[in-house]
């Protein structure tokens, strides 16, 4: 594995190089090797000696696609790297017309399946690592769009796709996608509960929100100019971290990106407090596939989110 | 105790009989708002429980209206609006209709009971649905007595 994640690093560092050399682009979205072994954090670099920065393994977990929101009034090229879920992420912001599709150049890397670094006990554990739950649960582990690739992926915008390219067999191994099926579990479970037991479950998670907005901030989903939690207009929105008003930004917060979720699952991950983010996200996917049809956002541009569209025989409730 | 709590209990800390709900409706201007300002023409009774909010159109109402009708003291919210096919601006209520379908069962995963959030097509002749809609609301969440979910501690 850390011979196959060298060859790629190699890869994405000659890659990169040759790009901001002959001036195609005018900087790269990476990851770069951080303070710590299991830390690899996102990079930007603009000049091409700084191409050896870039560093790919089991930790680049980060969605960088929302870090292009910077350029979305920018003329400039930007070439960014994106892994199967990431990718989907370029797609919502190019659907959102945030971003035009001409001036990003979308790298697909074969992903390996990410390790879960909050289960770092121990250096010696390096090869150890549980994976991720996004990830054993992943439906999309190749890029749905890219226009170069590295280490062999495959594009494709078929779901359920196995892992391709030189990380596969790696990822097959440790149960990349493995739980797609269980992916509606954790909503299921809230179902069960009688309507005390949901309210007093998410009146739990209200509590323990401190609205960082970590994960508004790292939502490709999330690409408002201006988010309604940012006005200060006065009784709109309150910004007091109070159980109330924390349920009143989640549940805000879910239907904004209710359809629009490409289940890249950063915003459960960044969340500091572990609120399960994704289950409120994954309740609204489940409910649209019931109520609208099948849709998985973020694979085909052309589609048009559930909640921007309608047909004349939608399911009728209200009498 | 709060004051909000205060005022659902008596003297003697039983739930109060006299208790009314408040119930918050957002109303289409072309249809429902029309419907209601017809009944009450026509001189039909329904319970004084609900407060209209006029809005240009049932799509026009957003979940965050909802929410933040809760939060400051709604025991119910009602959204009401033109018939499919009858929409002033031709499409509005089809989308009010994907997204309050979505928002009902969203609500219902947090805790809140789907009767304290419905939606209605009532249109601008259809002054006795109004009449019965609002009498039928009022009360089923009289029975399900005062909202604490959501609601913002006073």
């Not at chain 2, 933040?68 to 499919?84: E, N």
């Not at chain 2, 928002?103 to 019965?132: H, T, V």
Request: glycine share 8%; aromatic share 8%.
């Amino acid at each position: 594995m850390r011979e196959i994640n060298a060859k790629l690093t190699q890869e994405m560092g000659d890659l990169a190089r040759d790009l901001l050399a002959s001036g195609e682009v005018k900087g790269v979205f990476g990851w770069t090797k951080g303070s710590r072994w299991y830390l690899t954090p996102p990079v930007f670099i603009t000049k091409p000696e700084e191409a050896d920065q870039l560093c790919y393994d089991e930790f680049a977990v980060n969605n960088l696609t929302g870090l292009l929101l910077d350029f979305r009034d920018s003329q400039d090229k930007i070439a960014i790297f994106v892994k199967g879920c990431d990718s989907r992420g370029i797609v919502r912001l190019v659907q959102d017309n945030q971003l035009k599709r001409e001036n990003v150049l979308v790298i697909g890397v074969p992903c390996p399946g990410m390790g879960d670094k909050g289960a770092v006990t121990d250096h010696r554990q390096a090869q150890e690592l549980p994976l991720l739950a996004k990830c054993l649960e992943c439906r999309y582990p190749n890029p749905v769009l890219a226009d170069r690739t590295i280490g062999g992926v495959t594009v494709t915008t078929e779901p359920s796709a196995a892992p391709s390219g030189a990380t596969a067999e790696a990822a097959k191994g440790r149960g990349v996608g493995s739980k797609q099926a269980d992916r509606f579990a954790q909503v299921e479970a809230i179902e069960k509960m009688s309507p005390d037991e949901r309210s007093a479950f998410w009146q739990a998670q209200n509590e323990k929100c401190i609205r960082c907005y970590a994960c508004r901030n790292i939502c490709p989903a999330c690409n408002c100019r201006e988010c309604i939690f940012d006005s200060d207009k006065k009784n709109w929105v309150n910004k007091a971290a109070t159980p109330t008003d924390n349920a009143f930004f989640g549940i805000t917060r879910a239907m904004h990106v209710a359809g629009r979720c490409v289940e890249c699952g950063e915003c459960e991950r960044v969340c500091p407090m572990d609120i399960p983010i994704m289950a409120m996200n994954r309740k609204l996917i489940g409910d649209l596939n019931e109520l609208f049809g099948p849709y998985d956002a973020g694979v085909k541009p052309e589609e048009k989110p559930p909640l921007g569209a309608f047909k004349l025989d939608d399911p009728e409730e209200f009498m | 105790m709060s004051a909000v709590d205060e005022k659902k209990v008596n003297a003697a800390g039983q739930p109060d009989p006299n208790w009314e709900p408040n119930i918050v409706g957002f109303a289409c201007n072309w249809c429902t708002y029309a419907g209601a300002d017809l009944a009450g023409l026509s001189r039909m009774q329904y319970p004084p429980n609900v407060k209209l909010v006029r809005v240009p159109c049932s799509g026009r109402a957003n979940p965050q209206f909802v929410l933040r009708a809760f939060q400051k003291g709604a025991d119910g919210v009602l959204v009401a609006g033109c018939h499919p096919g009858d929409c002033h601006y031709a499409t509005g209520n089809y989308f009010t209709r994907r997204r309050f379908l979505l928002f009902q069962r969203l609500l219902e995963f947090s805790g809140i009971d789907p009767r304290r959030f419905q939606a209605r097509w009532i249109s601008g002749a259809e002054a006795p649905k109004f009449r019965d809609v609002v009498t039928q609301m009022a009360e089923e969440v009289k029975a399900l007595g005062p909202n604490r979910k959501l609601r913002e501690e006073v």
